[in-house]
């Protein structure tokens, strides 16, 4: 018999315009054939719901095929014969799909360094752990708060170091770069720290680092919840990114005249970044569950406003100290795991781009925390599509046929989710990102 788990397997995934990881996978000895011609797949990929229900649109339905082919420069060993690699989807002609989420964010990231801008982008990742030991996945929720649990716990991570140790070895083996591991405030709940990468290959980092978190929770009994609410009123899962500019003349955000420190360049970025965000919250946050997540109290950014160091802010300014050897960076903490990354960083460059192109004011930082220090994010889906619909950011960088999948995928998921109680959305979309 031979070592099964050991059997070389390659893994291309994609990640949908509903932010929904998608895969097929083919033996070693085909990988060749997976990067040359690559593997079928139906254009309904382009408009799955978060259910799997198609929103299908005259664009998008069951005629026709794609070809989705695994990039061979970014394919990695997680260890135990498993490879791992994000696909670029193709058209049966051989050319890019217009719906390749990870296409859009390789142009975004052209025309940025067409401006001589530089990005680089480090991905977090929190989810909780829930055993799998009853079916489905050992159903009983933690409690909310829990005697047997601290935030940033020592012993929530000595207790789970078997987990930890897993995530770290799964993690070397691939060449990820994890900077921090540790215990949320939720019992069960951790939060990872990714290296900042350019911008496509961070968001390939935050898809790999997903999988082998989820490998790792298996592996010790456990299956892994990115969902922006894993438990109903309990503490919610972000996936913040923190964003870093350069030229050739240095940092856009630190060593300037403007507020805490930014260039003339980099509070343009910012102020272009302000402006976009209430157009794109369809992509950053724009599940059945995301306003459940982005609501203050949450340090989940559901103000509109910037602010040093602020939680509250949609982004958190993290000025360049003795303390952030990387130097400033903003961080985006709207966006959730439920997020498509190829699309959100995609939105989120362009924004700052035509910021850089047009200098809008930047407004004066909020450094408070009263609820109404700041106008709140949109979150009701209609108003997040109809938005979505008018944002010259996400036309740019994600163009009419993205946009058209987004807003029929989000259109759909309202519909059938959006008069269903917080419990059973909760329950339904545990285990439905990552
Ligand atoms: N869990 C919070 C969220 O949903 C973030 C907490 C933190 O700032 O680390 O975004
Ligand atoms: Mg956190």
Request: charged share 20%.
């Amino acid at each position: 018999m031979p070592d099964l788990a050991a059997e070389p397997l390659v893994i291309g995934s994609l990640v949908d315009p509903g932010g929904v990881s998608r895969a097929k996978a083919v033996p070693a000895s085909r990988a060749d054939a997976f990067a040359a011609t690559g593997v079928g797949a139906s254009p309904s990929w382009n408009v799955f719901c978060a259910d799997d229900r198609l929103a299908f649109t005259e664009r998008f339905s069951v005629i026709g095929d794609l070809r989705l082919r695994i990039d061979p420069a970014a394919i990695r060993d997680i260890g135990g014969g498993l490879s791992w690699g994000p696909v670029t989807v193709g058209t049966l002609g051989g050319t890019v799909a217009a719906s390749c989420t990870r296409t859009a964010l390789v142009r975004t990231v052209e025309r940025l360094t067409a401006a001589g801008v530089t990005a680089s982008v480090g991905h977090e990742l929190e989810f909780q752990l829930f055993p799998r030991s009853e079916p489905p996945h050992g159903s009983e929720p933690p409690e909310v708060l829990s005697p047997e649990w601290s935030a940033y716990g020592f012993g929530a991570v000595v207790d789970h170091a078997a987990f930890l140790q897993g995530v770290v070895a799964r993690a070397r083996s691939a060449g990820l770069e994890i900077l921090q591991l540790h215990a949320e405030w939720a019992p069960r709940q951790f939060e990872i720290s990714l290296a900042r990468r350019p911008p496509v290959q961070a968001a390939d980092d935050l898809v790999l680092a997903r999988m082998i978190v989820r490998l790792a929770a298996r592996d010790t009994g456990f299956a892994a919840s990115f969902s922006p609410v894993p438990i109903a009123g309990g503490a919610s899962n972000g996936a913040h990114a923190h964003l870093s500019l350069h030229t050739a003349g240095g940092p856009l955000l630190s060593g300037g005249t403007g507020p805490h420190g930014v260039t003339d360049a980099g509070a343009a970025a910012i102020a272009g970044i302000l402006a976009a965000l209430p157009g794109v919250g369809a992509v950053l946050s724009g599940s059945p569950l995301s306003a459940e997540r982005l609501r203050p109290g949450m340090w989940a950014g559901a103000h509109a406003s910037w602010g040093l160091e602020n939680r509250e802010a949609a982004l958190r300014f993290v000025a360049a100290t003795p303390g952030t050897p990387d130097g400033a960076n903003i961080e985006i903490k709207p966006i959730d795991a439920s997020a498509n990354p190829y699309l959100a960083t995609a939105v989120v460059l362009e924004a700052a781009l035509m910021g850089i192109e047009t200098s809008p004011p930047l407004p004066p930082p909020v450094d408070t925390h009263s609820d109404d220090s700041a106008p709140l994010l949109p979150t009701s889906p209609e108003d997040q599509v109809a938005r979505l619909e008018g944002s010259t950011a996400a036309r740019r960088s994600l163009g009419p046929d993205l946009i058209e999948a987004i807003a029929a995928v989000r259109r759909m998921e309202h519909a059938t989710w959006g008069d269903k109680r917080v419990e059973e959305r909760v329950e339904r979309f545990r285990f439905t990102w990552g």
